[in-house]
């Protein structure tokens, strides 16, 4: 009778294994799958107990889901089994095809292993195929691939017995479907986590990105992005308010121009240098009115992503305030307090860049007698002037000129002039700077006028130093009115002022020297009263081969033979 029902148990077992496996499939998480797999034994195939033992990241078995009894549920659950422990027991146990069966009778080895399990005390049958509380019944789960995702064990069948072949087939059945199951939740849950993982990026790329608009759009100081390489290397991409609001040009105008298109031509290079490597620098950009400001650029290279288009991102900083407050300060150390004229520090730096080491010797002049006054001739670089130079002199008189193969007279060039004595430079494109031989067309040269006034002591004795300070100022502004704007007028201390002139022949110098002096004689209105000074001028040459120092002694020296050659009354007009 029990045979001839056998084909309707098989019915009726497969119709449940269907219904179970039916339901593996409505679990939406990992989670819930790993619970239906336990319950599904339970509901479907026969057995009390059923637990799901999961393989975590670090290869150990965790108990995943427990069904069936509470009690084993709380004994269990959360509990973990390490992978060694686990292999032991599939490895050690009799193949039930796929399955792993551990009778009692070997299974003692393993009670103090590293498995989670729960044995609930029950008769024992005395039958052959009767199940004893300490059996074992396991069925790997594997993956497509063949990884092992975890083991589903099962205890206690409803019948009393261990399972036969069909109860077998079908357990082997209901893993391989459930580690599809496990296989898909899995899928499904990395899915799910990349997916919320990636909205967490976009999120926080989006709050990235306003963070960075709102820093960009509202930064006190300007910023710019502009594009690196390709056909619009430079050309501006965003400007914000600040940087539009310092150059006076709004931002679509803005957006066709590159910085090398609003940098001062003289800053182009130092753009183009902290273009290519980065890093900061002080330049001028053109403001829409044709002015420049000061400014300091601090670049950064960015990219868009990790392969993208890279981007310099350019900080503005408007430094106009600080630079004007520099060059006010280099201004007063380069010039006088009192009346704004280059000083004399400022004065021996401008006459020394003229100056370089070209060799030359001193020759003697004309008719000159060893060991005679060199100061003696005509104060004006006329015939006969002689200007010292070392041991010896410079022959103005047409009868010597200066020794050197090939020096002519006027400038020459010598490339590869080195520094010396004269101070200058090794630019090789240097001008040498020659005294004029004679008065001719072509002999030209750099006069140095030195001018000491006459009559300014008196002034200052007898109406005070504010008075003094207020003629001083006059004659500066005077002595600036009466050269050339590319002449330097520079006070050397005192009431002593020196004028550089080039290009000058020696004609012109004492011409030139002339009118400041007729500049300077007449009356100074002081506090209502009028005052009046003179001036004694003596005009030397720079030359290639001397020092600032001799060049200005030389000057000096003229200025005291012009001013002994006149009376004392002749002299003073203040």
């Not at 090939?406 to 101070?423: H, R």
Request: charged share 25%.
């Amino acid at each position: 009778m029990e045979t001839e029902s056998e084909p309707y148990v098989r019915l009726a077992s497969l119709r449940q294994l269907h219904r179970v496996v039916a339901q593996l499939n409505t679990a939406r998480s990992l989670a819930d799958t790993l619970q239906t797999v336990a319950d599904g034994v339970v509901e479907g195939l026969g057995f009390e107990i059923a637990s799901v033992n999961l393989v975590r990241a670090d290869g150990d078995l965790v108990v995943a889901a427990v069904a069936g009894s509470a009690a084993a549920e709380s004994m269990m659950a959360g509990r973990v089994g390490s992978r060694a422990s686990w292999e032991r027991r599939l490895a050690m146990g009799e193949q039930w095809g796929a399955l792993r069966f551990i009778p009692y009778t070997e299974g003692w080895v393993l009670d103090d292993d590293e498995v989670p399990e729960w044995h609930a005390p029950s008769p024992v049958r005395d039958t052959p195929d009767a199940w004893h509380p300490m059996d074992r019944l396991f069925a790997p789960l594997h993956a497509s691939d063949g990884e092992l995702l975890g083991v589903l064990s099962v205890d206690r069948p409803r019948n009393g017995r261990r399972p036969g072949a069909w109860g077998c087939e079908a357990l082997q059945m209901y893993a391989s479907q459930a580690a599809i199951a496990i296989s898909n939740a899995r899928l499904r849950s990395n899915m799910q986590r990349a997916l919320v993982r990636l909205e967490r990026e976009q999120q926080a790329l989006r709050a990235s990105e306003e963070s960075f608009r709102q820093a960009f759009e509202y930064a006190p100081s300007g910023m710019a992005v502009a594009e690196m390489g390709g056909d619009q290397q430079g050309r501006l991409l965003r400007i914000n308010d600040a940087l539009c609001r310092l150059l006076g040009r709004p931002a679509a105008a803005m957006r066709r121009y590159s910085f090398s298109d609003l940098v001062h031509p003289e800053d182009i290079r130092t753009l183009l240098r902290t273009s290519a490597e980065g890093g900061r620098a002080e330049l001028r950009l053109q403001r829409r009115d044709g002015s420049y400001v000061w400014v300091s650029l601090r670049n950064s290279v960015v990219a868009d992503t990790a392969d993208g288009p890279r981007y310099l991102l350019t900080h503005v900083e408007d430094i106009e305030e600080r630079k004007r407050h520099e060059l006010q300060l280099a201004h007063r150390a380069s010039h006088d307090s009192l009346t704004g004229l280059p000083n004399s520090a400022e004065l021996r730096a401008r006459l020394a860049g003229r100056l370089c080491s070209m060799p030359g010797r001193p020759v003697a002049q004309a008719g000159a007698v060893p060991g005679a006054d060199p100061t003696a001739g005509h104060a004006g670089g006329g015939p006969g002037y002689v200007y010292g130079h070392g041991d010896g002199f410079w022959d103005l008189d047409g009868l010597g000129g200066i020794s050197g193969a090939g020096e002519g007279p006027g400038t020459e060039t010598a490339p590869g002039s080195a520094a010396g004595p004269g101070g200058g430079s090794s630019d090789p494109h240097h001008v040498h700077a020659v005294p004029p031989k004679g008065d001719g067309p072509g002999e030209k040269g750099l006069a140095v006028l030195f001018c000491d006034l006459d009559g300014f002591k008196s002034i200052n004795d007898r109406y005070g130093h504010h008075c003094g300070d207020a003629v001083l100022i006059a004659v500066a502004r005077r002595l600036e009115a009466g050269v050339r704007d590319d002449d330097t007028v520079a006070r050397l201390g005192g009431d002593e002022f020196v004028v550089l002139a080039d290009g000058l022949g020696p004609a012109e110098a004492q011409d030139l020297a002339v009118r400041l002096r007729n500049a300077i004689i007449p009356p100074i209105q002081v506090d209502g009263r009028a005052v009046r000074v003179g001036a004694s001028f003596g005009i030397g040459w720079a030359g290639c081969g001397m020092t600032a120092e001799e060049v200005l002694q030389s000057a000096d020296q003229r200025m005291y033979v012009e001013k002994r050659s006149r009376s004392k009354g002749q002299r003073r007009a203040g």
